[in-house]
């Protein structure tokens, strides 16, 4: 399972997200995502769990938690093109209104 981890302190290291996570269980990948231009933190992350039970009790206890000062937001990534990892973007799905 592929999981989103937002409002990350810019200062967070994909070591000290994969060290969170692997509390709860196996963790394939963890990275935070950077600027290609800058190399600054975009403040997320996507970690990657191969066992779904041990993914879903991550984010259950995860969510919500303070790392580094900062109250993180933890989920399932929803990949917005249907197509997985054939291609589609990974990303946190906001639901806010336009309006």
Do not use: C, W
């Not at 933890?74 to 197509?83: K, L, R």
């Amino acid at each position: 399972m592929n999981i989103y981890v937002g409002n990350l302190s810019v200062d967070a290291t994909g070591e000290m997200i994969r060290q969170a996570f692997e509390a709860f269980g196996q963790v394939t990948s963890a990275k935070v995502i950077k600027d290609k231009y800058t190399g600054q933190s975009k403040a997320f992350a996507f970690v990657e769990m191969p066992v779904e039970s041990q993914a879903h009790t991550a984010i259950k206890s995860l969510n919500g938690k303070e790392i580094m000062g900062k109250q993180i937001i933890v989920q399932q990534a929803h990949d917005s093109a249907g197509m997985g990892r054939q291609g589609g973007r990974m990303e946190y799905n906001k639901s806010k209104s336009r309006y």
